[in-house]
């Protein structure tokens, strides 16, 4: 471990004299949004264009254009051009990324649909997608002029969906905003929907930090009907034709619910404003996905769904890490032993001091036990992002370790809130 302060202090100056662009200057308040294949195995990677398309809104910041936090598997950068200017980046993950990690992906290749979204831009640019080595840094995976002009941009609009404003506090641009897509709800079922989607916003703000921060929030839902509810359970051999083709089983993980159909998901979602999707999933089975800066998923109806639903926001919106570990993880099967990753919330102890080595004093003993004498305390406790060994938490339970846990720990609360102060400043 390392001292902190300095290198904290550091990090700040970094991070102030990364200049923010001008929206104005640069963009137009409505959306462009870049769809790709990636395709490979797990050594190699490749995107392919699949199309741009025009999208009505933005719902992000106009003010934090560049991402200054540096999390994520991926970032897009978008470039003036030709004159190379950096006007809007932002980090995100995705699941072609976790499938590199997976057995299958050692013996054979395959593709995954991906998209990112920016604002439109007025006059030319360079888009770059950069992926992260191993080595934690980032490197250049594909890049495309782009002529905002060009007729074969996608201008299709919106679909026409009825869409519902669930909770409204202000400006999208100042708004942390969130769309709920409903996943396996039949026409006659969009009442359940909405009533989910408010039970489920109602337990949202009865934790910490999102009560506090209740009014940076707008929540809307987009009212499309599946033609059959539920969704896929490959291992228990039952498939439903579903609006957004979820299914749990994901890379062999029962309780893993995703989607590969990011492109319905996205033309879903642009029916309103929107920083993040979450995709509500009628089913009482167990389970959830959160990936950052992609999308979330959470089915409605198992007793553990409200805790689930939390959790998973905290992996999408704020590239929190899982704290839990299983039985018999290497870790260095998943993290480079010789570096920090990415996620706020987990450390191997390389450099403590990008994460939450400046809250500890120097008696903290490695790794902290748990007891009575700090059960609440922030520490360096042992086993962490699916890993018994080698990696840590800052504190005995966390809602990203357990659903038993009573909230947030005070890290991943800083950190949620640094993500807030992002999008709404
Ligand atoms: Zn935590």
Same mark, same amino acid.
């Given at each position: ?14 991070? %102030?004299?990364? #200049? ?29 264009f ?14 934090? %254009? ?78 495309? %002029?782009?002529? $905002? ?51 489920f916003?109602?337990?949202f703000?009865?934790n ?77 089975y ?19 769904? $409200? ?22 993880? $290497? ?6 032993? #010789?570096?920090?990753?990415?996620? $706020? ?46 990696m ?7 809602r ?25 400043e």
């Amino acid at each position: 471990m390392k001292t902190g302060i300095l290198l904290a202090v550091l990090g700040l100056l970094c991070n %102030l004299s990364i #200049a923010q662009s001008d929206f104005d200057s640069y963009f137009i308040d409505k959306s462009l949004r870049f769809d790709y294949t990636i395709a490979g195995n797990k050594d190699i990677q490749q995107i392919y264009f699949e199309q741009l398309k025009e999208e009505k809104f933005w719902g992000g910041s106009i003010k934090n %254009l560049i991402d200054t936090l540096n999390r994520g598997d991926y970032r897009i950068c978008i470039y003036s051009h030709p004159e190379g200017k950096l006007i809007y980046s932002r980090g995100y993950s995705d699941l072609f990324f976790e499938w590199q990690d997976t057995e299958e992906a050692k013996h054979m290749s395959r593709s995954y649909y991906g998209s990112a979204v920016f604002p439109f831009p007025k006059d030319n640019i360079r888009l770059e997608i950069h992926r992260r080595k191993y080595s934690n840094q980032f490197s250049l995976l594909y890049k495309q %002029l782009v002529n $905002p002009l060009d007729y074969s941009i996608q201008r299709t609009g919106t679909p026409d969906y009825k869409v519902h404003s669930l909770f409204q506090q202000g400006d999208p641009h100042t708004q942390v905003d969130i769309v709920i897509l409903p996943e396996g709800y039949q026409a006659d079922e969009m009442k359940k929907f909405k009533e989910d989607a408010a039970r489920f916003m109602n337990y949202f703000f009865e934790n910490e930090p999102f009560k506090t921060y209740q009014k940076k929030f707008n929540i809307y839902l987009v009212l499309a009907a599946s033609a059959e509810s539920g969704t896929d359970i490959p291992g228990r051999n039952q498939w439903k034709n579903t609006l957004l083709n979820s299914h749990f089983f994901t890379f062999g993980s029962d309780r893993y619910l995703t989607t590969r159909d990011v492109k319905g998901m996205r033309d879903l979602a642009a029916c309103v404003p929107y920083d993040q999707i979450y995709v509500l999933v009628n089913s009482s089975y167990y389970g959830g996905g959160g990936i950052f800066n992609f999308y979330s998923l959470a089915t409605s109806d198992n007793p553990e769904s $409200p805790e689930v639903f939390v959790h998973e926001f905290g992996h999408a919106f704020a590239a929190l890490a899982d704290e839990y570990a299983y039985e018999d993880t $290497p870790v260095e099967s998943l993290y480079n032993p #010789a570096e920090e990753n990415w996620h $706020p919330n987990i450390s191997n102890l390389v450099d403590l001091s990008l994460k939450w080595g400046s809250r500890l004093d120097s008696l903290t003993p490695v790794p902290t036990p748990i007891g009575p004498n700090n059960n609440g305390k922030i520490g360096i406790y042992e086993g962490a992002g699916y890993v018994q060994r080698g990696m840590y938490r800052p504190y005995p339970d966390c809602r990203m370790r357990s659903n038993h846990a009573e909230r947030f720990c005070a890290i991943c609360e800083e950190e949620i809130i640094r993500m807030i102060q992002f999008y709404t400043e």
